[in-house]
């Protein structure tokens, strides 16, 4: 299994990005995945995920409206929209699979997302 993610990099607040995370090794329409982000000094947080085959999405309360999951079942490619980006949306963003018991089982590299003026 192998989930590498790209994207990152710096925005200004309001600004806008897309992180993808290429799958490989596994059958990608088989499984949930998700976002998951670190702010610095932080712990994990949660930040979306959606189903195996793309129809069910959620995101964390605090950036409903501002982020936005998909996935490419074709591409084997999740993606996360980022929009109005906000300094405290400064993090490492890891894509990470969830197993067969919802579990978090296998996790990207992660790639950094700074939101600065």
């Known amino acids: 299994v192998l989930l590498v993610e790209s994207g990152g990099g710096f925005v200004q607040p309001g600004g806008s990005l897309r992180l993808s995370c290429a799958a490989s090794?596994?059958?990608?329409?088989?499984?949930?995945m998700s976002w998951v982000r670190q702010a610095p000094g932080k712990g994990l947080e949660w930040v979306s995920y959606?189903?195996?085959?793309?129809?069910?999405?959620h995101v964390t309360d605090s950036i409903q409206g501002r982020f936005t999951i998909s996935r490419d079942n074709v591409k084997n490619t999740l993606y996360l929209q980022v929009n109005n980006s906000k300094p405290e949306d400064t993090a490492v963003y890891y894509c990470v699979r969830l197993g067969q018991k919802w579990e978090y089982d296998y996790w990207g590299q992660g790639t950094q997302v700074t939101v600065s003026s």
């Open positions: 959606t189903t195996s085959g793309g129809t069910w999405t």
């Open positions: 090794g596994f059958i990608f329409s088989n499984y949930a």
